[in-house]
């Protein structure tokens, strides 16, 4: 698969955005403090993930490699596990053990990523919030080389410059200028944001657009069974 471009990642957060308003009858309604917050979760979420600020543990290692536990037979690598269990529960002697054709019988199916994987979300966010404030895909793209500073101040500096995105009911501008600001606000969180995810948690662009892509893949999937 081809990498994708930020501004193909935004049409594609545009029509799920408008996919998930349509089914759940939310035309016309500001969403934008919600998904404000949204965002701020997920940037607590990919901090958990990055672990480097927990001073008080000797486990501070980024989360980059999760075993994806086999759903077939639940992790056991017995396909008649379940009905092992219920034969036994109803008085019987078990079933024998059969290995599990999809895990091959070692109970997983792979790895996953959790860092990149709570990155992505908050790409989803910033995109969805960057079309509830109409800008264009040029306000995207970071204006700077790099940032300064240590990480973990950097992950307090987006949550702070996001909060701020929709703080303009403590200002007294005009419409123009409010709008200005929150332009200022979202630009300033998604380029700490970039350079947090190539500069200090290890990510290419490419790893970000095969992981946006299979998670937008994924938030469609769950719009369709009733998420």
Not at 13 to 29: P, S
Not at 75 to 86: F, K, L, M, P, V
Not at 176 to 184: G, M, P
């Amino acid at each position: 698969m081809s990498t994708l471009t930020l501004e193909q990642m935004y049409e594609m957060q545009k029509a799920l955005d408008a996919k998930i308003i349509v089914e759940k009858g939310l035309e016309g309604k500001d969403l934008l403090p919600n998904t404000v917050l949204a965002l701020q979760v997920e940037i607590a979420e990919l901090a958990n993930e990055w672990r480097g600020f927990k001073h008080w543990s000797n486990d501070r290692q980024k989360r980059t490699k999760k075993e994806i536990t086999c759903s077939y037979c639940n992790g056991t690598g017995d396909e008649n596990s379940e009905a092992n269990i219920q034969n036994l529960l109803d008085g019987g002697s078990g079933e024998p053990y059969k290995k599990c054709s999809e895990c091959d019988g070692k109970g997983m199916t792979g790895y996953s990523n959790p860092l990149l994987e709570e990155y992505v979300d908050c790409l989803h966010f910033f995109l969805s919030i960057a079309r509830q404030l109409d800008l264009p895909a040029s306000d995207l793209y970071s204006w700077e080389d790099g940032v300064e500073g240590e990480t973990t101040i950097l992950f307090s500096e987006i949550m702070h410059n996001v909060g701020m995105i929709h703080a303009d009911k403590m200002l007294t501008r005009d419409f123009e200028d409010v709008q200005a600001f929150k332009r200022e606000c979202f630009r300033a969180a998604l380029f700490i944001f970039h350079a947090l995810g190539e500069q200090r948690l290890g990510f290419t662009f490419e790893d970000v657009s095969a992981a946006y892509a299979a998670k937008n893949a994924v938030n469609h999937e769950r719009q369709a069974n009733g998420y």
